[in-house]
Structures are given as C-alpha cells and as structure tokens.
C-alpha cells in the first residue's frame, strides 16, 4: 500500500494501515492500492496514470476507495462506512459503538469457534442449532455480547442442561407504522428468529428485512398453520 504526504492525517493511517497487516511503502514503490493523506491532487494523478486505486483523504471525489471506520475486537472486526459521504459521520458512529462494545467480544467470538463441533453434536439439526445459538445471543441470554463475557461461557453453554424450548407456532405481529424503529424490541427479536413471514403485499420492504435473510416470506391474506418453527403473520393493527 502506497502512502504519500506528512503530519498528523498521514501518521493515523500508517497506524490503521500497519495494523490491519500492510506494507506500507512510499509513492515510488509497487502497489495496487494507494492512500493519498494530503489530497494533493497532482500526486493522485500521478498514481492513478500507473494504474493505482485512490483514496485521497477529505476529498471524496478524486477517491476510487474510501476506508471505513473499524471497531476491532478481534477476530470480530465492525465496519462503519459511508460511500465517502461523510468521514466524520463514521468516525462518530465508530465512537459510540467502542463504548458499546465490550473489548471481550473477541473472546466470546473465539471461544464460539472452538464450540463449534460440540454445538453441532448437541443440536444435529440445522434450525435448532440456529434457534439455541440465537437464543443464547439474545440480551439477557448466557452469551448476551453486550453483556461483558467470562472466559469458558461458550463451553457451558453447550454443556448446560435444556433450557425452555425455543418459541414455535404462530405469531401475529401488528404493524401501528411503516417505519421499522417502531418496532419493539420483542417484535424485532422474533423477525430475527423465524423461519418463515406471511404478509400482507402492502407490508414495507424496509420492516422485512429485519428478518433474517433466509427466512422465507409468503405475501397472502390469510396465513398457513401447523408449519414446523416459527412463523410470523405480520398485518396492521388499524386495518
């Protein structure tokens, strides 16, 4: 990676740079990709005619790139970005979400990986491996990742005895809005959990996608019971 310019501006990349693994090198080196600190537009020119990919800091419009912000809790790594819009938008998120992050996510992350073969033994079946985990995932759950993580809680998780069954059947949801940050957070919690949505067409994208992405969505007037897992029949409260 090419870096080019001095001062403060160049200095936080090559840390954010030497960081994430880079071999930083200067404008005469070879790289596929360059990160311009000054925005000095005749030395993006000059990289962009060797054919280099430009990021030119606080000119987004000489940029071929742009870098998000990062929450790095390693190997759990948060990407806050843009498209270039606002740099100081993404380093504000970045902010707020390094408070709500707890540095131990990354241990909780880890210890989830090497679970991994005695969480499949306990629950063969895909669906109720995906409901366990996100039910231990949930706030209050054992495994809550904001809720701070003691080393080995992944273990007794998968050791510890049957808890309440994972929720089944049918659930009728009732819009009172379009917007999805009316959403209760019980509501939110269970369109992340079922398998399948019955809708009424005129339900809004941006509330289905609160969904899990491979939950299956049926657009229908009158919804199917006595499917296995989870289903939810999303209509309005005033209609």
Not at 119 to 125: D, G, L
Not at 168 to 195: I, Y
Request: glycine residues 10%; contains cysteine; negative net charge.
């Amino acid at each position: 990676m090419i870096l080019t310019g001095t001062g403060p501006a160049a200095d936080a990349k090559r840390r954010v740079l030497e960081r994430a693994g880079a071999r930083v090198v200067a404008e005469e080196g070879e790289a596929a990709l360059a990160i311009v600190a000054d925005g000095d537009e005749a030395t993006v020119m000059r990289l962009r005619a060797r054919g280099i990919l430009i990021n030119a800091v606080d000119r987004s419009e000489l940029c071929d790139f742009t870098l998000p912000a990062i929450v790095d809790r390693d190997p759990v790594l948060i990407a806050v970005g843009t498209g270039g819009a606002s740099a100081g938008l993404a380093k504000a998120l970045r902010q707020r979400l390094e408070v709500l992050v707890p540095e131990s996510l990354g241990e909780l992350a880890k210890d989830l990986a090497v679970a991994r073969g005695a969480i499949r033994a306990r629950w063969p079946e895909a669906a109720d491996r995906r409901r366990a985990i996100d039910a231990a995932l949930d706030p209050g759950g054992p495994l809550d990742p904001f809720a701070g993580y003691d080393a080995g809680a992944a273990a007794r998780w998968v050791a510890a005895p049957a808890t309440a069954p994972a929720p089944s059947g049918l659930v009728v949801l009732l819009l009172r809005s379009p917007d999805p940050d009316d959403l209760t957070l019980k509501e939110a919690r269970l369109l992340g959990q079922c398998d399948r949505i019955f809708h009424r067409p005129d339900v809004p994208a941006a509330i289905l996608a609160r969904a899990r992405a491979d939950a299956e969505r049926i657009a229908c007037e009158r919804p199917v019971g006595g499917l296995p897992g989870l289903s939810i029949d999303i209509g309005w409260a005033d209609r």
